[in-house]
């Protein structure tokens, strides 16, 4: 069974800093692209992040660009999501998705449950 | 980027009737349309990927189709687990977008 699992999620004060993970199971973790979205709740989906399957190619939404930073290692099976920077804006549920570049590089075929971040002095 | 235009923003239909959700492009994105679904508190499932092609396991009452750049989502006969947001989703295109989501209530 596929399972994408974020941790790291919380309440973090305007300027601080927190790190998301995103643990895999039930695929071979890298044949896949990996994402990061979010959505305000209540409101609709935003696409964040993606790497590559060996890490060497990253892209941001321009309103993360130079804040964040996505990682992953393959031979834990986890991607990262580091935000630096935070601004209220960024409050949000945070999800990871994978996709088959074999497929479509930004067709997202399953999602890991999501994780609260809350950016609140 | 390209703009996903979805409608309606809500629908209130009763369980066996037929739906239908439409997604609107302001760009060719050709066949590279999803469509989504999520409960409250869940994330996102897909559904329907490249216009028409059903995600493995998703019953065959969900159907998807294109005409130009306008996308359809149909629900064939609804039951009481398909009450949800909707959103369709082009990957044709960097970055990939999402409409706003139409929301599936029970009448």
């Known amino acids: 069974e596929v399972q994408l699992v974020e941790s790291g999620g919380g309440l973090v004060q305007p300027g601080g800093s927190l790190r998301l993970s995103c643990a895999a199971s039930g695929f071979t973790f890298n044949n896949y692209w990996l994402h990061w979205l979010r959505q305000v709740p209540g409101k609709g989906l935003v696409w964040v992040a993606r790497i590559n399957n060996d890490g060497s190619s990253i892209s941001y939404a321009d309103s993360v660009k130079g804040r964040f930073t996505m990682s992953r290692d393959n031979a834990k099976n986890t991607g990262d999501l580091q935000m630096n920077s935070l601004r209220a804006e960024d409050t949000a549920v945070y999800y990871c998705?994978?996709?088959?570049?074999?497929?479509?590089?930004?067709?997202?075929?399953?999602w890991g449950q999501g994780i609260l971040v809350t950016v609140s002095s | 980027d390209i703009q996903m235009t979805q409608s309606p923003s809500s629908l209130s239909a009763s369980v066996g009737d037929r739906v239908t959700i439409t997604c609107r492009a302001n760009g060719d994105i050709h066949n590279y349309l999803a469509w989504l679904q999520q409960k409250p508190g869940k994330a996102p499932e897909s559904l329907i990927y490249a216009a028409s092609s059903l995600q493995s396991g998703v019953p065959s009452r969900f159907s998807g189709s294109r005409s130009g750049t306008d996308f359809t989502l149909t629900i064939s006969s609804l039951q009481p687990e398909d009450f949800a947001t909707y959103y369709c989703q082009q990957y044709n295109l960097f970055p990939p977008t999402f409409g706003q989501g139409t929301r599936l209530e029970i009448k």
């Open positions: 998705a994978r996709s088959n570049p074999a497929l479509a590089v930004y067709y997202l075929d399953y």
